[in-house]
């Protein structure tokens, strides 16, 4: 006999007053605008730049069709300098 109803728990209640983090939102809204490009067509190749919350790291990411990966390095790479640059 199997009682799985012991190990259940509620969800917390959510939180109503946490003020709205503006970074992470702006973010969000850049993804969700480029996602509803790719999937209409109207993107073939996205690049992203992403900085650690302490300035430390850098990455880049890159989705593309054949023949985009060496413009959207170049890219990528001038914005990664540009953004170093602009943190001293």
């Known amino acids: ?3 799985t109803g ?4 509620a969800f917390p209640y ?3 007053d946490a003020p709205a983090d ?3 939102a702006s973010m969000i809204c850049i993804l969700q ?3 509803q490009s ?3 067509g109207k993107i073939r190749s996205l ?3 992403s900085v650690s919350a302490d300035g430390a790291a850098i990455g880049t990411e890159w989705s593309c069709e054949n023949g985009d990966s060496a413009s959207l390095i170049g890219k990528l790479a001038v914005l990664t300098h540009d953004l ?3 943190r001293k």
Do not use: D
């Not at 012991?6 to 728990?9: D, F, R, S």
């Open 1 to 3: 006999m199997s009682n």
């Open 33 to 35: 605008s480029h996602l």
């Open 6 to 9: 012991e190990n259940v728990l």
């Open 47 to 49: 690049g992203i730049v």
């Open 84 to 86: 170093m640059a602009a």
């Open 38 to 40: 790719a999937c209409e």
């Open 14 to 16: 959510p939180v109503t």
């Open 22 to 24: 503006q970074g992470a």
